[in-house]
T-cell receptor, first 113, second 115 residues
Framework: GQQVMQIPQYQHVQEGEDFTTYCNSSTTLSNIQWYKQRPGGHPVFLIQLVKSGEVKKQKRLTFQFGEAKKNSSLHITATQTTDVGTYFCAGPSRGSTLGRLYFGRGTQLTVWP | NAGVTQTPKFQVLKTGQSMTLQCAQDMNHEYMSWYRQDPGMGLRLIHYSVGAGITDQGEVPNGYNVSRSTTEDFPLRLLSAAPSQTSVYFC??????????????FGPGTRLLVL
């Protein structure tokens, strides 16, 4: 089954508001990746987190990996209409060293102008 | 580089028909995979390959076959299409067979409708 659970499934915000999506795993993850999918498009890689407690920033986006490496978050400050899309986290399968990368169900972000 | 390409972009099938979804990459990537995306279900792994001649099942493999005869191509075959296979299919690839820490490059997707 899926390795990571992602919440919320949907988020509607007014432009300028902040947005956060969360990924949680029952087991320790070696790493976690984040992807963005624009409406009608394909997933595009955003970032990868590997170290415990790691925080990475990309302009208005802040990515965190929990100290126990069981959770991660993506925070967008002052959302813009260009942030619209679905954000996915992805983590490795349980007990496997090869091949299986599982995606969360995603958080669909809508930004109202 | 064209990256990851998929054909066709759209396809309508009748129940019981067979077809092959094509996926190709020109980045010399070892790892290739197929996902299906359904509303509210995210991306679910169907099959993957860690190199030519090596394939394995993902979490939803039933009804799908794959083979990997070359590094570049990874076709997905539906032997007898069912309405439950209506979905958007994405092919992805990454440089190394250790996909767990590699950026996945996705193709543009194939939208399949099975009537």
């Amino acid at each position: 089954g899926q390795q990571v659970m992602q919440i919320p499934q949907y988020q509607h915000v007014q432009e300028g508001e902040d947005f956060t999506t969360y990924c949680n795993s029952s087991t320790t993850l070696s790493n976690i990746q984040w992807y963005k999918q624009r409406p009608g498009g394909h997933p595009v890689f955003l970032i990868q987190l590997v170290k415990s407690g790691e925080v990475k920033k990309q302009k208005r986006l802040t990515f965190q990996f929990g100290e126990a490496k069981k959770n991660s978050s993506l925070h967008i400050t002052a959302t813009q209409t260009t942030d619209v899309g679905t954000y996915f986290c992805a983590g490795p399968s349980r007990g496997s060293t090869l091949g299986r990368l599982y995606f969360g169900r995603g958080t669909q972000l809508t930004v109202w102008p | 580089n064209a990256g990851v390409t998929q054909t066709p972009k759209f396809q309508v099938l009748k129940t019981g028909q067979s077809m092959t979804l094509q996926c190709a990459q020109d980045m010399n990537h070892e790892y290739m995979s197929w996902y299906r995306q359904d509303p509210g279900m995210g991306l679910r792994l169907i099959h993957y390959s860690v190199g030519a001649g090596i394939t394995d099942q993902g979490e939803v493999p039933n009804g799908y076959n794959v083979s990997r005869s070359t590094t570049e191509d990874f076709p997905l075959r539906l032997l007898s299409a069912a309405p439950s296979q209506t979905s958007v299919y994405f092919c992805a690839s990454s440089y190394s067979f250790t996909a767990l820490q590699e950026t996945q490059y996705f193709g543009p997707g194939t939208r399949l409708l099975v009537l």
